[in-house]
């Protein structure tokens, strides 16, 4: 089994930065892909960002691209997300997911479906 618990949520002014963290235990995988899920009130989940821990390779949703940066410690299993510029519409719960079902060293950008492994959340809220 395998548990993610996220940290580092609060609220922020437009144009702010937050780092969110995720600590990875149980059965972690020495290459997996993981990666950062958010759900807006009354919206769908979506993808924010996602990296293959083995060899480091990230993928973003557009929306954040050039302004989010994904990154995984895996001396400490710990995944992080450094978020810069923030808007008012980044204001969702993010949360940390992973699977070892489905790599994503290809580049591969996962939905949300692809995961199998999910954190409780962390509540980002951004005002403007």
């Known amino acids: 089994q395998v548990q993610l618990v996220e940290s580092g949520g609060d609220s922020v002014q437009a144009g702010g930065s937050l780092r969110l963290s995720c600590a990875a235990s149980?059965?972690?995988?020495?290459?997996?892909?993981m990666g950062w899920v958010r759900q807006a009130p009354g919206k769908e989940r979506e993808g924010v960002a996602a990296?293959?821990?083995?060899?480091?390779?990230?993928s973003y949703a557009d929306s954040v691209e050039g302004r989010f940066t994904i990154s995984y410690d895996n001396a400490k299993n710990t995944l992080h997300l450094e978020m810069n510029s923030l808007k008012p519409e980044d204001t969702a719960l993010y949360y940390c997911?992973?699977?070892?079902?489905?790599?994503?060293?290809?580049?591969?950008?996962?939905?949300?479906?692809?995961?199998?492994?999910w954190g409780q959340g962390t509540q980002v809220t951004v005002s403007s």
């Open positions: 997911a992973a699977t070892k079902f489905r790599p994503c060293s290809d580049g591969y950008f996962p939905a949300p479906s692809d995961y199998s492994f």
């Open positions: 149980g059965s972690t995988y020495s290459s997996w892909c």
């Open positions: 990296i293959s821990t083995g060899g480091g390779r990230t």
